[in-house]
Nanobody
Framework: VQLQASGGGFVQAGGSLRLSCAASGLPFDDYAFGWFRQVPGKGRERVACINSSDRQTYYSDSVRGRFTISTDDAKNTVFLQMNSLEPEDTAVYYC?????????????????????WGQGTQVTVSS
């Protein structure tokens, strides 16, 4: 299994970025996918999650209304559209996959249930 994240970069506050996560080696429709982020000295924070089967989604309070998670089944890719970016969004963003729990269940949004992780992509938002 491989998750390849891309799309990070440097942007000014108020700007937008779109992260992509290309998944291979797994049955895409059977998995839930999540985006998490981490800053130095802190734990991994959940950002957004989605069931590829029924498109149910979860968003953290800090990003709801600004970020959108989606999937492209034909390309086995998960996206995170990030709008109205704030300096507090600066972090390394990771995509992850798991098939244990639906994201409707809060446990399905917790990092410890995710089995596969991508390499991370840096997002830096300047004020």
């Amino acid at each position: 299994v491989q998750l390849q994240a891309s799309g990070g970069g440097f942007v000014q506050a108020g700007g937008s970025l779109r992260l992509s996560c290309a998944a291979s080696g797994l049955p895409f429709d059977d998995y839930a996918f999540g985006w998490f982020r981490q800053v130095p000295g802190k734990g991994r924070e959940r950002v957004a999650c989605i069931n590829s089967s029924d498109r149910q989604t979860y968003y953290s309070d800090s990003v709801r209304g600004r970020f959108t998670i989606s999937t492209d089944d034909a390309k086995n890719t998960v996206f995170l559209q990030m709008n109205s970016l704030e300096p507090e969004d600066t972090a390394v963003y990771y995509c992850a996959a798991q098939r244990r729990r639906s994201v409707i269940d809060s446990i399905g949004t917790e990092a410890h249930v995710y089995d596969y992780w991508g390499q991370g992509t840096q997002v830096t938002v300047s004020s």
